[in-house]
């Protein structure tokens, strides 16, 4: 597209590279004006209206030592209006009037005799006898300038009144009493401004909200209150834990407990399997293996070639008529001898056999000719394998005291928790956290594709260690198949990337200006955190709201 000319005036031309800089000028030109027009009122006050300009200065002083809200400023105006009504208001008028007109017409003949002007004092003559006659109406005037220049200056905290008090220590007690379960949603907090109780709504969270915390303790704490009041709710509860949140798996089985929720956990030492790739087709189940394993340091013919491959053995492995469980078997057919063999003992009447081997065949090649690329996913499989997970990432043993497995679509469908505790950090947690997140994005989109819709929340804590695009994709999927979206996260840089993908943001703690401009836009104001205020949540397009107290987190209080 051809750049427009630049515009001309008078003889001056605006270069190209300076209209950029047009917006900032006309700020500037705003700021300069309003200047003006300020020192113009004042003059205009000192000369037509002394009265009224001490009464806006003693107004405004007042109502910014008192903290009181501008609506205070009715009651000098309720004053200045019935003071005129017992003088009569003509009268109050006149009074008003008088010394004004005087001034205005000693002015007035200074323009034939401009020396008057150095006698300005004989303008104000007799001030003490007309300046109280313009206090009635000054009144009105003052409070009604001072409420305007209230709104202008945006004082950063007001005093809150009675109702907000009152209503401030109800909040208080229910907090306190674990009240987690509001009308149209849950309670985070307390907000301090209004007394109300802070509230996410379950519309709201469909749209994905975001904690940033100063620590995962912090996330943590002001998440699971929405958690807990899902779980009231009984609506399911996917927790995925990458944090390794030590108090989390405690809370939320007290939690379910009370509620009566059925509750799984997957950790490091159990009790609960997990093997979710038998729960998809073949397809699906091949994009969990691929969001599993880590691509890093790998060319993008490797990661095509590796895909390809880790796609085909899934296949294979789907159609085997006694297959082993999935990671023994993907670690046995990444070696292309074994895959061939895998594929060639299919049966033969098996639909689409035929092509499956023709990509088999072209899949052993590639990894034959690249055997970095083989034992590069081959190692973290066995590394994954040969983990604490690792041993849980299996179907159940067939005897009668083991428990049942973990499965995301069950648990979405009786209206259950699972909790998935993998650690804060190491290869096999990511991997499994990585899993897990492909897992419950694959349930969703199925979900979706039937046109079915599930009560569900999914939390995932500690964010910064899941795939970005993994997460991307469960935000969508969330809202489409009626899903609200928790995550939370310590990282500024996690935070700042998630943040354009999220409904809702909620600062936990005090976060610098930085991180509030990435989170809510380059208009977001400098939040200014008081001792009692904990969070603040930003809108979409809207800058920071600082809230209050935090709900403390009581397993089995009040719904």
Same mark, same amino acid.
């Given at each position: 597209?051809?750049?427009?000319?630049?515009? @001309?005036?008078?003889?001056?031309?605006?270069?190209?590279?300076?209209?950029?800089?047009?917006?900032?000028?006309?700020?500037?030109?705003?700021?300069?004006?309003?200047?003006?027009?300020? %020192?113009?009122?004042?003059?205009?006050?000192?000369?037509?209206?002394?009265?009224?300009?001490?009464?806006?200065?003693?107004?405004?002083?007042?109502?910014?030592?008192?903290?009181? @809200?501008?609506?205070?400023?009715?009651?000098?105006?309720?004053?200045?209006?019935?003071?005129?009504?017992?003088?009569?208001?003509?009268?109050?008028?006149?009074?008003?009037?008088?010394?004004?007109?005087?001034?205005?017409?000693?002015?007035?003949?200074?323009?034939?005799?401009?020396?008057?002007?150095?006698?300005?004092?004989?303008?104000?003559?007799?001030?003490?006898?007309?300046?109280?006659?313009?206090?009635?109406?000054?009144?009105?005037?003052?409070?009604?300038?001072?409420?305007?220049?209230?709104?202008?200056?945006?004082?950063?905290?007001?005093?809150?009144? $009675?109702?907000?008090?009152?209503?401030?220590?109800?909040?208080?007690?229910?907090?306190?009493?674990?009240?987690?379960?509001?009308?149209?949603?849950?309670?985070?907090?307390?907000?301090?401004?209004?007394?109300?109780?802070?509230?996410?709504?379950?519309?709201?969270?469909?749209?994905?909200?975001?904690?940033?915390?100063?620590?995962?303790?912090?996330?943590?704490?002001?998440?699971?209150?929405?958690?807990? !009041?899902?779980?009231?709710?009984?609506?399911?509860?996917?927790?995925?834990?990458?944090?390794?949140?030590?108090?989390?798996?405690?809370?939320?089985?007290?939690?379910?407990?009370?509620?009566?929720?059925?509750?799984?956990?997957?950790?490091?030492?159990?009790?609960?399997?997990?093997?979710?790739?038998?729960?998809?087709?073949?397809?699906?189940?091949?994009? *969990?293996?691929?969001?599993?394993?880590?691509?890093?340091?790998?060319?993008?013919?490797?990661?095509?070639?590796?895909?390809?491959?880790?796609?085909?053995?899934?296949?294979?492995?789907?159609?085997?008529?006694?297959?082993?469980?999935?990671?023994?078997?993907?670690?046995?057919?990444?070696?292309?001898?074994?895959?061939?063999?895998?594929?060639?003992?299919?049966?033969?009447?098996?639909?689409?056999?035929?092509?499956?081997?023709?990509?088999?065949?072209?899949? !052993?090649?590639?990894?034959?000719?690249?055997?970095?690329?083989?034992?590069?996913?081959?190692?973290?499989?066995? @590394?994954?394998?040969?983990?604490?997970?690792?041993?849980?990432?299996?179907?159940?043993?067939?005897?009668?005291?083991?428990?049942?497995?973990?499965?995301?679509?069950?648990?979405?469908?009786?209206?259950?928790?699972?909790?998935?505790?993998?650690?804060?950090?190491?290869?096999?947690?990511?991997?499994?956290?990585?899993?897990? %997140?492909?897992?419950?994005?694959?349930?969703?989109?199925?979900?979706?594709?039937?046109?079915?819709?599930?009560?569900?929340?999914?939390?995932?804590?500690?964010?910064?260690? !899941?795939?970005?695009?993994?997460?991307?994709?469960?935000?969508?999927?969330?809202?489409?198949?009626?899903? !609200?979206? *928790? *995550?939370?996260?310590?990282?500024?840089?996690?935070?700042?990337? $998630?943040?354009?993908?999220?409904?809702? %943001?909620?600062?936990?703690?005090?976060?610098?200006?930085?991180?509030?401009?990435?989170?809510?836009?380059?208009?977001?104001?400098?939040?200014?955190?008081?001792?009692?205020?904990?969070?603040?949540?930003?809108?979409?397009?809207?800058?920071?709201?600082?809230?209050?107290?935090?709900?403390?987190?009581?397993?089995?209080?009040?719904?």
């Amino acid at each position: 597209m051809a750049a427009s000319p630049a515009p @001309r005036s008078a003889g001056a031309t605006i270069p190209p590279a300076a209209a950029g800089h047009l917006p900032g000028l006309s700020g500037r030109l705003r700021r300069d004006l309003t200047a003006a027009l300020a %020192v113009a009122a004042v003059l205009a006050h000192l000369l037509f209206a002394q009265a009224a300009l001490a009464l806006v200065v003693i107004l405004l002083v007042t109502g910014r030592v008192t903290r009181w @809200r501008p609506l205070w400023l009715a009651v000098p105006a309720a004053a200045g209006a019935a003071w005129a009504a017992a003088t009569g208001v003509p009268a109050a008028l006149a009074g008003f009037a008088a010394g004004p007109r005087q001034v205005a017409a000693y002015l007035g003949a200074a323009v034939g005799h401009p020396g008057r002007l150095a006698h300005l004092a004989a303008a104000f003559s007799g001030a003490g006898h007309w300046l109280p006659r313009q206090v009635p109406v000054a009144l009105l005037a003052a409070a009604a300038e001072a409420a305007v220049v209230s709104r202008a200056i945006r004082p950063p905290w007001y005093r809150p009144g $009675l109702v907000v008090v009152v209503r401030r220590r109800a909040s208080a007690r229910a907090l306190a009493g674990g009240t987690a379960v509001t009308r149209e949603g849950c309670a985070i907090g307390l907000d301090i401004a209004s007394g109300r109780l802070a509230e996410i709504t379950w519309a709201r969270a469909a749209g994905g909200v975001l904690m940033a915390g100063a620590d995962p303790q912090a996330a943590a704490r002001a998440a699971v209150p929405v958690a807990c !009041a899902a779980v009231r709710r009984r609506m399911a509860v996917v927790v995925i834990d990458l944090a390794g949140t030590p108090w989390l798996a405690d809370a939320l089985a007290a939690e379910c407990a009370a509620a009566g929720a059925p509750l799984s956990r997957v950790s490091p030492a159990g009790p609960a399997w997990y093997e979710p790739f038998r729960d998809h087709p073949p397809a699906r189940a091949a994009s *969990l293996a691929i969001r599993m394993v880590s691509w890093a340091g790998t060319t993008e013919r490797q990661r095509e070639a590796g895909q390809r491959c880790l796609a085909d053995a899934l296949a294979v492995l789907a159609l085997s008529p006694a297959p082993p469980p999935v990671l023994d078997g993907l670690i046995a057919l990444l070696e292309p001898g074994q895959l061939r063999e895998a594929v060639a003992a299919l049966p033969g009447h098996l639909p689409r056999r035929a092509e499956l081997e023709q990509r088999v065949q072209a899949s !052993a090649a590639a990894i034959e000719a690249d055997p970095a690329l083989r034992a590069a996913l081959s190692g973290q499989l066995e @590394r994954l394998r040969a983990s604490a997970l690792g041993r849980w990432l299996r179907p159940p043993p067939a005897r009668p005291s083991a428990p049942p497995p973990a499965r995301i679509g069950p648990v979405l469908r009786d209206r259950g928790c699972v909790l998935f505790s993998l650690g804060a950090a190491g290869e096999a947690a990511a991997m499994a956290g990585r899993l897990a %997140v492909a897992d419950l994005t694959a349930v969703l989109a199925a979900l979706r594709e039937q046109q079915l819709r599930a009560d569900c929340l999914a939390w995932v804590h500690g964010c910064d260690g !899941a795939d970005r695009s993994s997460l991307a994709a469960l935000l969508k999927a969330g809202p489409e198949a009626g899903t !609200a979206v *928790l *995550l939370s996260t310590a990282s500024p840089a996690a935070a700042a990337s $998630l943040a354009p993908d999220s409904g809702t %943001v909620v600062a936990v703690g005090p976060v610098d200006q930085g991180l509030a401009e990435r989170l809510a836009g380059p208009d977001a104001p400098a939040l200014q955190w008081q001792d009692e205020d904990e969070f603040a949540i930003a809108g979409p397009g809207t800058p920071f709201r600082p809230g209050g107290r935090l709900a403390p987190a009581r397993p089995g209080g009040r719904a």
